[in-house]
């Protein structure tokens, strides 16, 4: 093979000529030049061996003028562009030993049945992605001779990303793979066959050095952006919808719903199947100082009415406020036994019970509330493609939310008006 010069960032240099594991996961805040090497690597490994590389974004249109347009911007700084091909339609790069370079979307999921052959594949900022389409990507990862090798690379997103309860702190399922502190400061981790890179844009040598100072003046307006684009650390992007939102021991949360009147204990009911969750979540409301407590949850996907009726038993005394978009499963319920009523909806409904939640001063959840402080902690409001937020609609879909919005329905917002609006946005 014949050689060829080109350039590297010095803390990925051991990354491109590693391939001792299965599993590569690299994370990073903005401009750190993730993806450049990632591409370099695949491209010296494709020279060297022939293989077949998958690279795949969640949306196919993306990939020409990122995954696609970089791998040529290298290969013509190597002067390769002789040597390595690179058809259009469909995208594809061809190298002289046979080693060829596929792109898929998963907007597109028929076509990724056709990937035999594969034994590498790339999955660039794989937080867009779906958690199904890594874990199948995965599964068909089987060369029955070469090596198998899967590349994440990604931006760190919330801490609700499937990415982050996958390679570091499963919260849901008490699981710990690797405390990401850990990665911020080591850099560089090798754990259940994985090799973790973390790097930020001082990483990147050739950056310039006003890029840098703009993402280091995003510190004084938008800390959140910051610890995300500048430290490369997991977190909010973005802002907050509950801002006011604390997690408090179990015992003491109780100790206050103890002294709260029957009347402000509330009860609210979220129904899912397969894909969305149902949740029930207790609520109780001081009144006095206007908090809102969170103090149980049942949450649960995949089960029957039959098989949650029975999960949820001891509620039959309780005054149970569901989603009305379910008449057919309150019906059930109130046939069973269970006090169960629809929640009333109307245009702007959900925009409404939003700031309703929001006027309360303080939000403690019990620290036995694990999903609802999964969902609710770092609950952050989505964008329009001006980058205004959108006020009723989120970065997830939150079942603790909904129910709690309708464990408050008919609790009327003037009992919580005396709030300094400035301060909570109302």
């Known amino acids: 093979m014949e050689e060829v010069s080109f350039a590297v960032n010095d803390h990925f240099e051991d990354f491109i000529f590693n391939w001792d594991y299965k599993d590569y996961f690299l994370v990073g805040g903005y401009g750190s030049s993730k993806s450049y090497h990632v591409a370099t ?15 795949v974004r969640e949306v196919y249109d993306t990939i020409r003028d990122s995954c696609y347009s970089l791998f040529e911007d290298i290969v013509t700084a190597m002067g390769l562009e002789d040597e390595i091909k690179f058809k259009s339609s469909p995208m594809k790069i061809l190298f002289p030993n046979g080693s060829q370079i596929i792109f898929k979307g998963l907007d597109k999921p028929a076509k990724l049945k056709s990937i035999n052959g594969v034994s590498i594949v790339w999955l660039e900022e794989c937080s867009e992605c779906k958690y199904a389409a890594f874990k199948e990507l995965r599964g068909r990862l089987r060369h029955l001779t070469d090596t198998n090798h899967i590349i994440c690379s990604t931006n760190p997103v919330e801490k609700a ?5 996958h390679y570091f702190i499963d919260e849901e399922n008490d699981n710990i793979v690797l ?25 990147n040598a050739f950056l310039p050095q006003s890029y840098i100072n703009e993402l280091e003046q995003m510190k004084e307006y938008d800390y959140d952006l910051y610890r995300v684009a500048k430290l490369g650390h997991y977190g909010v992007n973005g802002e907050k919808v509950l801002p006011q939102f604390k997690v408090l021991e179990h015992s003491k949360v109780m100790d206050k719903i103890s002294k709260f009147p029957n009347r402000l204990i509330k009860y609210g009911l979220d129904f899912g199947f397969v894909t969305s969750y149902n949740a029930l979540i207790s609520i109780g409301i001081d009144e006095a100082n206007k908090d809102l407590y969170i103090f149980n949850e049942y949450y649960t996907k995949g ?22 978009a379910e008449q057919k499963s309150i019906a059930f319920y109130r046939q069973q036994g269970f006090k169960m009523i629809p929640c009333k909806k109307f245009a702007g409904s959900r925009l409404q019970n939003t700031k309703k939640v929001k006027r309360f001063k303080n939000i403690y959840c019990s620290d036995e509330c694990k999903h609802t402080i999964k969902e609710l902690k770092n609950l952050t409001y989505k964008k329009d493609r001006k980058g205004n937020i959108i006020e009723d609609e989120f970065n997830i879909d939150p079942h603790t ?23 909570y946005s109302i």
């Open 41 to 55: 690597k695949i491209l010296l490994k494709l020279q060297q061996e022939k293989r077949k590389c998958l690279v």
């Open 161 to 165: 990303n499937w990415t982050y309860s």
């Open 179 to 203: 405390n990401d502190d850990e990665l911020y400061e080591k850099r560089v981790v090798i754990t259940n066959n994985t090799y973790y890179h973390h790097s930020t844009c001082e990483d």
């Open 303 to 324: 089960k029957t009415d039959i098989e949650i009726s029975e999960d949820i038993k001891d509620y039959k005394d309780k005054l149970i406020v569901a989603d009305n």
């Open 401 to 423: 939310f909904s129910a709690i919005w309708y464990a408050l329905d008919g609790y009327e917002v003037s009992d919580l008006k005396q709030f300094d609006r400035n301060k």
